[in-house]
């Protein structure tokens, strides 16, 4: 279950290595190489707002949408001094409903893996298309990728702060990979115990264009990791747009 109920409050003090200024930078530099002039951004999958920020401050009207409202309680401490300030919705990606279309939509992080059916991540798609502007609406979303999930199966990890611990394994069968969290946090002179579960689905290039195409995309292009390199293949996260040309 993805539901972030107890990460939601630690997230972004073990996420402080993510790059989000990196990411913020090649979204930019992205919409100038597409041809793109966005004014309103959709920020799919926001999580605790980081970059919703970041793309706020940086001049675009931003909507934040997260199925995790513990998450979006964290996204709207995040982004209280932003001007103008962005729009969060508590909605599943499946279940995108805006107000009107947007000129980009971003979803990151290895969200869409994080939909582990392909029925349903269909549905994302087709959402998405739905509200994006027609002739000149970007889609731009990361995986991670097979190769990763191969590298990191059987693993275990550790991140610390004061007075927080948390350890995490995974473990990938029959197309999925699990991630168990442990979470340590000390109370005076004991320590509280929380645990979550998280599961991603491994999905392959040639599935999601598949994917891409049946929603009306079109010009699917494939970029490694925040580059505009070809994909090579080993890479752990590669990204992909698609534009809607109606």
Sequence with gaps: MN?????????????????????????????????VEPKLVLDLACGTGS?????????YDMIGVDASPEMLMQAMQNTFDCE??????NQRM?????????DVCLCCLDSVNYVTEPAVLQKAFDRVHLFLEPKTGLFVFDINTPEKFAR???????????????VWQAAVE?????????????????????????EER???IPELIAMLE?????????????????????????????RKRD
Excluded: M
């Design 3 to 35: 539901s972030y109920q107890t990460l939601s409050a630690y997230y972004d003090r073990f996420t402080d290595d993510v790059g989000y200024e990196q990411w913020a930078e090649f979204f930019v530099a992205l919409f100038a190489r597409e041809g």
């Design 51 to 59: 970059l919703t920020r970041l793309l706020a401050q940086r001049g």
């Design 84 to 89: 103008p300030r962005p729009l969060f919705l």
């Design 94 to 102: 499946e279940q995108l409903d805006l107000y009107g279309t947007v």
């Design 152 to 166: 990191i199966d059987g693993n275990s990890y550790v991140r610390e702060d004061e007075d927080v611990f948390c």
């Design 174 to 198: 029959d197309g999925l990979c699990a991630y168990q969290f442990d979470i340590f946090e000390r109370d005076g002179d004991a320590w509280t115990r929380a645990q979550e579960t998280h």
């Design 202 to 204: 491994i999905y392959t």
């Design 214 to 242: 049946k929603a009306g995309f079109s010009e699917i292009k494939t970029y490694g990791d925040q580059s505009f390199s070809p994909v090579q293949g080993g890479e752990d996260r590669v990204y992909i747009t698609a």
